[in-house]
């Protein structure tokens, strides 16, 4: 299945030209979340996090996260512009109030 689709997107790349990374309003997600940096180990035991070291502006990777307590998750770091950060701050509020209303 994951080979017809790459080569799809090949084909259409193709047909189609490939896509602007350019283009006004445009963020970038990538999943990492099992490339397997939490695995890595030089000897001194497993890693507390493996990934990127800091948001990067327009781009962001999905990573595997331990917290403190052991508790294992996905953490998605974001760098947006100011603005654009306010309104997102302000949909994940909206969306995580949603979601707990809809629990009870």
Partial sequence: MIGEYLKSMAAMMVMKGR?????????????NSRVGFQDVDFGWGKPLYGGIAKAVFLISFFMRFRNGKGEEGIVL???LPL??????????????????????
């Fill in 19 to 31: 896509c602007l990374y350019t283009a006004k309003g445009l963020f970038i997600i990538s999943d």
């Fill in 77 to 79: 770091p974001v760098c």
């Fill in 83 to 104: 603005p654009v950060m306010e309104r997102f701050e302000e949909e994940v509020k909206r969306m995580i109030g949603e979601a707990a209303d809809e629990v009870v």
